[in-house]
């Protein structure tokens, strides 16, 4: 089973403060597919640092608002 990336984020809470706003319209107005945004706010991927920008924008907040670092858990 591959690992999860270490990076948290706040993709869904945001996107319901920001009038519900669905994952295919994020996906449009950062310029990729509905698929990769499920993936990216499940943790599942890592966005490129060009996405990642786009993503704070959209919701007007900085990086570390939107993506957090994640201390390896022990296993």
Same mark, same amino acid.
């Given at each position: 089973?591959?690992?999860? &990336? &270490?990076?948290?984020? *706040?993709?869904?809470?945001? #996107?319901?403060?920001?009038?519900? @706003?669905?994952?295919?319209? @994020?996906?449009?107005?950062?310029? =990729?597919? *509905?698929?990769?945004?499920?993936?990216?706010?499940?943790? #599942?991927? /890592? &966005? !490129? @640092?060009? /996405?990642?920008?786009?993503?704070? #924008?959209?919701?007007? =907040?900085?990086?570390?608002? =939107?993506? !957090?670092? @994640?201390? &390896?858990?022990? /296993?």
């Amino acid at each position: 089973m591959a690992k999860r &990336p &270490p990076i948290g984020n *706040r993709i869904r809470e945001l #996107r319901e403060q920001h009038g519900n @706003l669905s994952q295919a319209a @994020l996906a449009e107005a950062i310029g =990729v597919t *509905r698929q990769t945004v499920i993936a990216i706010e499940q943790g #599942r991927y /890592s &966005p !490129s @640092l060009e /996405s990642a920008f786009r993503i704070s #924008r959209v919701f007007g =907040v900085g990086l570390e608002d =939107v993506f !957090s670092w @994640l201390e &390896p858990q022990d /296993s």
